[in-house]
């Protein structure tokens, strides 16, 4: 798009990837990191030339740093065999769930495969997985401020901030 001003970047990839989400239906598991590089490139192709391709160069967000390079197939590849074996959370109540839910978001986001877009494209595989659970899914009910604050914590492990936040996002039961 040769947009150099980072705040024209910014509203320009929010329209562009807003059009994308309302493209992407929902899809069944099997879910893996191929699965997750396609909804980054779908959502992000329009953006970035390398949109859904893992990162090559080690990343970090203030003192937090990323997975390094050589380990983001691995270590996303043990978090997506680990969910399968979790049944994809079918049949699991909400509080079972919420929990579940967090955690490996908790989780997957330190693997943080991309250089830019981790968070959309992970919200999005996750509003699949819960849909797959069974549950309704908005993020309306929490702020930025909360949301940054939770994955701040679970890099640590502390999930709490995870919970709540998926205890706020994570709705009833879809009905039949």
């Known amino acids: 798009m ?18 994308a989400v309302s493209e992407i239906g929902f899809s069944p598991p099997p879910y893996d990191l191929p699965y997750l590089q396609s909804l980054h490139r779908h959502l992000f192709n329009e953006v970035f030339s390398w949109a859904g391709e893992i990162r090559t160069i080690d990343i970090s967000k203030g003192a937090t740093r990323f997975c390094r390079t050589d380990r983001i197939v691995p270590e996303a590849t043990k978090i997506f065999e680990s969910m399968a074996q979790a049944g994809w959370f079918e049949g699991m109540i909400r509080s079972d769930l919420i ?6 978001y908790g989780d997957l986001n330190m693997v943080h495969p991309f250089r830019e877009g981790n968070g959309r494209a992970q919200r999005l595989l996750f509003e699949h997985l819960v849909v797959n659970a069974g549950y309704q899914i908005g993020w309306a009910p929490i702020t930025e401020e909360e949301w940054l604050q939770a994955n701040i914590d679970g890099v640590d492990c ?12 994570i709705g009833e039961p879809i009905s039949e």
Do not use: P
């Open 158 to 169: 502390n999930y709490a901030g995870l919970i709540q936040a998926f205890e706020k996002c």
């Open 2 to 19: 040769n947009i150099e001003d980072d705040q024209e970047l910014a509203e320009a990839e929010q329209k562009l990837t807003s059009i």
């Open 99 to 104: 929990r579940a839910i967090a955690e490996y």
